[in-house]
Structures are given as structure tokens and as C-alpha cells.
């Protein structure tokens, strides 16, 4: 995809959704951590459910630690993968109370060393919470990188490199945003909703499908 048609997918975006943000809930930097961290391999929606009602009883690094693996699974036991991740959010958040003083670090290495908390985790939270301009790659920008023609890769490490080069870097802060609520919402893994796409026009991919009749 050449620079025109990059900028014109972004400022059509831009247009539809002039202020994209996360669907997971959150009210700190720390609350959006453990949020990212909930929701591998599971849905926002999903994660809400729960840290609707966890959140409240835990919101520091210290009151999550209080509740201990076994008090912490009891809130996010409908999450997949729960024992395992409250494992690692106990282990993170011994780690901010006694390296960080019980905050979340705006900084990628210290945040990378948490448990659990990769690249995608820390790009978020530098995006989200601390308005770095990252791209957190997720299967839906790797699929709608490479369907658009935008940043195609065969890694979402290459996606990631392709869209910082790629993305005017005025839009460089929403685009992780807004491309993961196009791929989520629209450019679906199975069947990708062409006939009502506002990038269609500007959109590379071959296959484009029509809307069902009847």
C-alpha cells in the first residue's frame, strides 16, 4: 500500500472514530496492566466481567497481593488460562511493591520483566496508559495488516517494524486502536464484512466478499 492510500485509511478511520480507546476497563495504569494481562487467549468482555467485581476489592499492587493466588483466582476463575495468570499477577505485582514501589514503570524493559507480560502486554500499556505511540500487533492487526496491505508479514514482529514505518506519525498513537476494532468488529477472521468496510475502497485484499442475501 503506497503513503497516499496509507494516510487516507487513517483519516478515514480517523473520521468514524475520532477518539479510539481500549474496550477493556480500567482506571489506572496498574488496573489497565492486569487487565492486559487477563486477557490472553480470552475476550474483553469477558475480562470486564470479572474486573468489574475485582477491582474493587483489590486496585494497588499491594491489595491484589493480599488476596493471594488462591483469592485472586475466585474472581477471575471464568477467565481461561486463570490459574496460571493468577500465578503471574501475584508474581507482578510482588515485583512493582518491592522494585517500583507499587507503581507500573513507563518504561519497556522493567516492564517486559513481569511475569507474563510480553511485548504486546507492554506495548499497550505504554500506548494506553502512558501515551507512547507503540502497536501492540494482536492476531486482529496481523490479519488486517496483511489483508489490507498495509504492513504485510509473516511475523508480528515484521507487522509491528512494517507499521511504525509505515503510519504517518500523527495517527501513530490511535492506529494500534483502531485497528484492532476494525479487525474485531469488520475484517473478521472467517468472513470479512466487505459491504460495509469504510477502508474498502483503499483496502488490497483480493476476496473481498458482498453482503448476504435475504
Not at 496498574?30 to 487487565?35: R, V
Amino acid at each position: 500500500m503506497n503513503a497516499a492510500k496509507c494516510r487516507a485509511l487513517f483519516e478515514t478511520l480517523r473520521e468514524v472514530n475520532p477518539a479510539p480507546t481500549t474496550e477493556l476497563e480500567y482506571s489506572s495504569p496498574f488496573e489497565l496492566l492486569i487487565a492486559v494481562l487477563l486477557s490472553a487467549q480470552a475476550t474483553d468482555v469477558g475480562v470486564n466481567k470479572a474486573t468489574r467485581r475485582l477491582f474493587p476489592v483489590a486496585h494497588t499492587p499491594r491489595q491484589m497481593l493480599e488476596l493471594g493466588e488462591a483469592g485472586l483466582s475466585e474472581y477471575i476463575k471464568t477467565i481461561g488460562l486463570y490459574k496460571t495468570k493468577a500465578k503471574h499477577v501475584i508474581e507482578t505485582c510482588r515485583i512493582l511493591v518491592e522494585q517500583h514501589g507499587g507503581k507500573v514503570p513507563p518504561d519497556r524493559a522493567a516492564l517486559e520483566a513481569l511475569p507474563g507480560v510480553g511485548r504486546k502486554t507492554a506495548n499497550v500499556v505504554l500506548n494506553t496508559a502512558f501515551g507512547e505511540p507503540t502497536i501492540a500487533v494482536d492476531t486482529h492487526i496481523f490479519r488486517v495488516s496483511n489483508r489490507t496491505g498495509l504492513a504485510p508479514g509473516k511475523t508480528v514482529q515484521i507487522v509491528e517494524q512494517k507499521l511504525l514505518k509505515v503510519v504517518p506519525p500523527e495517527f501513530l498513537h490511535d492506529a494500534h486502536h483502531w485497528l484492532i476494532l476494525h479487525g474485531r468488529y469488520v475484517c473478521k477472521a472467517r468472513k470479512p464484512e466487505c459491504w460495509h468496510c469504510v477502508i474498502e475502497p483503499l483496502c488490497e485484499y483480493r476476496e473481498k466478499t458482498e453482503a448476504p442475501r435475504g
